[in-house]
């Protein structure tokens, strides 16, 4: 106490600087650099959270609002809010481009972030093996935009093959394929076709929309690869009692805007959804570090840096070994319990308690076909159909960030369940011209007569 109390004299005589907390900088408020911002609230640490966007988004259900089922709002929460209560945490709305090592300094857009400790949580994004040139045709999900794209995408289509007089054409406009068969990929094709063949069934009067053709594509032999292969042959049979054309060992070969090739064979289709890869962000050019194949930075047992004790690397950015000495999969449990790691590590740093080393707790995974089946697999416990349906609902929502966006999404998937229907059925974000490009006429002036769109 005598010692305290002499330091707390000089800190008030002005002879000796009072202590500076620690800068942490977290970039990224995904799963990862959420749940580190929120273990480190109310520390002594001084936090900055950096994202581009201002608010989270719980991407395991983007696919709902690309086909209609959710509202993006729904799904998102501002970071600002989620973190308003931590008084030592500020949030900044940037941009960030690289990371000055040697400097210890953050460049996000004009502003140059000093750190003492940087946490990386930049996520990932879509890949397309070294064809770029496919991404204009076959658009991937992984932001609100990308999802509130598609979504036009796919309502469009069903707008244009109404008006459609050549058959072929109509055809195309009603074939969609989804590529990739990895949870994103099934949930994405189950969900088109029961908006075709439920939601949208009564609507229209040229064309019947119960005829539309979903093709899932997946190049390896069968579905769900990181599943059992029991569950991957449920979720085949799930998908194709939905009428899912699904096509196994079949890997894309060319994409254009009227269709994809497989091998020799050609579909025509105006809508191809891309769900067959993704990319680290390039937190691992910033950094000059090591990667994997995939641009996942290589990162140690206590998931810092070599080298660098004071860089972290969580959730889809890091490519962590498991204990079964292989990548951990990039997946929101991993992101978010790296982040509730890297948070205790520096806190128990404070206190001089040791937790070195990130060990993953694998409760299992699930991924869902339509609205009432899904496939689960929990340790030794496997699920499929309505039981895994509701344990994956019941997930998700508590997950979901926001008692508003809980009772919402509750409402929203009761209303769908009881009556098919697809609350989100709005065709957003276009201007006349680009409806004009899709072959759409123009909207009308208000007070003129308007051209239908679907739905709500
Ligand atoms: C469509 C889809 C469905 C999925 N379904 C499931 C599922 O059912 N179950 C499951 O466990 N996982 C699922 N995942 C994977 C899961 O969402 C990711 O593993 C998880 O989001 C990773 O968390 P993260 O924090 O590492 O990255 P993210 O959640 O992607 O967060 C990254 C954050 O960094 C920000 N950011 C990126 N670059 C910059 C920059 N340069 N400057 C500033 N900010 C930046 C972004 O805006 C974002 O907020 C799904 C993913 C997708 C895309």
Known sequence: ?????????????????????????????????????????????????????????????????????????????????????????????????????????????????????????????????????????????????????????????????????????????????????????????????????????????????????????????????????????????????????????????????????????RIQAATIVWAAGVMASPAGRWLASETDAAGRVKVGADLSLANHPEIFVIGDTACCLGADGKPLPGVAPVAKQQGEFVGRLLKASENSTKERAFHYRDYGMMATIGRKSAVAQLGRIRLSGMPAWVLWSAAHIYYLIGFRNRMTVVLNWLWNYVTFQRGTRLITGMSGSRMEDMGMPAPMEPGATTTPVSGA
């Open 1 to 265: 106490m005598r010692a305290l109390n002499r330091r707390v004299n000089l800190v008030n005589s002005g002879q000796v600087e009072p202590p500076q907390l620690r800068r942490v900088v977290i970039v990224g408020a995904g799963f990862a650099g959420l749940a580190a911002a929120k273990e480190l609230g109310c520390s002594s640490f001084d936090v900055t959270v950096v994202d581009r966007h201002n608010y989270h988004i719980f991407q395991p259900l983007l696919y709902q609002v690309a086909t209609a089922g959710l509202s993006p709002a729904d799904i998102a929460s501002p970071i600002r809010s989620i973190l308003s209560s931590q008084k030592n945490i500020r949030v900044v709305l940037a941009n960030v481009s690289g990371v000055r090592v040697d400097e210890r300094v953050v460049i996000a857009e004009d502003r140059h972030i000093p750190y003492d400790i940087l946490i990386l949580a930049t996520g990932a994004q879509h890949a397309y093996f070294g064809h770029e040139e496919w991404a204009a045709h076959a658009p991937g999900l992984k932001r609100v935009d990308d999802a509130t794209y598609l979504r036009r995408r796919i309502l469009l289509a069903f707008e244009k093959a109404e008006s459609e007089q050549d058959e072929v054409k109509r055809r195309a406009l009603l074939t969609f394929v989804v590529v990739g068969g990895g949870p994103t990929g099934v949930e994405m094709a189950g969900a088109i076709a029961e908006l075709a063949r439920k939601a949208l069934a009564a609507d229209f009067r040229r064309i019947d929309p119960r005829s539309t053709r979903v093709i899932l594509v997946q190049a390896a032999s069968r579905l769900l690869p990181s599943f059992p292969e029991s569950l991957s042959d449920r979720a085949r049979h799930a998908l194709q009692r939905l009428s899912v054309e699904v096509q196994l060992d079949q890997p894309v070969t060319a994409c254009d805007a009227d269709g994809v090739r497989l091998g020799e064979r």
